[in-house]
Structure formats: C-alpha cells, structure tokens
C-alpha cells in the first residue's frame, strides 16, 4: 500500500538546521509531485516547497534563500534541509505526493520545534 514516513523532525535553536526526509513507497515515485506542507494548531495547513521529477522547485516566500527541497527517485525519498530556522518555523511538516490525475497522499508529519 502506499506510504509516506517522514521523519528528522525535533527540538532545534533558532538559527539552526534540521533536514527533514520522506520514505515513499506503493507508487511510482518519478511520476508524482513532491510537496512538503506545515500545520501550526489553529491555521491552515500551507506549502513550503514542492519539487517535481525533473527537479524544478517552488517555494512559499517566507522560507526562499532558507530551505530547500531535493529528490532522490532511486530512493524514492524527498528531503527538506531547512537552515537559518526561525520560531515561526514551528510546525508538523508533511509530505504530500499527487500526480497530474490528481491521485494524492499524506504523510502523518513529523514535529519542528525552534526555540531555545
């Protein structure tokens, strides 16, 4: 079946870095549009960053210049190297797979804490 397990999340001081990955597994990974998402208590779930096969990224504004986005498809894994972390960095961060049928998954998301 399929599954998305991220994990690297935890406890890190402002200004520092945390690299984030996700293990997918059940589909065809290469064909699929990698996105990971945050969610504070109380908001929206928002973009961070997406990447398609290719290599081609998008980012949300408020992380530009402090994260980036990578693919491995021979490991069918998507990373997330977050660097110059900020408080409002916080979140559970998930991952998300969706192909251009619109057939899409979750991860269950891992926790980001900044503070020091």
């Known amino acids: 079946q399929v599954q998305l397990v991220e994990s690297g999340g935890g406890l890190v001081q402002p200004g520092g870095s945390l690299r984030l990955s996700c293990a997918a597994s059940g589909f065809t990974f290469s064909s699929y549009v990698m996105s990971w998402h945050r969610q504070v208590p109380g908001k929206e779930r928002e973009l961070v960053a997406a990447?398609?096969?290719?290599?081609?990224?998008n980012y949300a504004d408020s992380v530009k210049g402090r994260f980036t986005v990578s693919r491995d498809n021979a490991k069918n894994t998507v990373y997330l190297q977050m660097n110059s972390l900020k408080p409002e960095d916080a979140a559970i961060y998930y991952c998300?797979?969706?192909?251009?049928?619109?057939?899409?998954?979750w991860g269950k998301g891992t926790l980001v804490t900044v503070s020091s």
């Open positions: 998300k797979a969706v192909n251009f049928r619109g057939d899409n998954y």
């Open positions: 990447i398609i096969s290719g290599g081609i990224t």
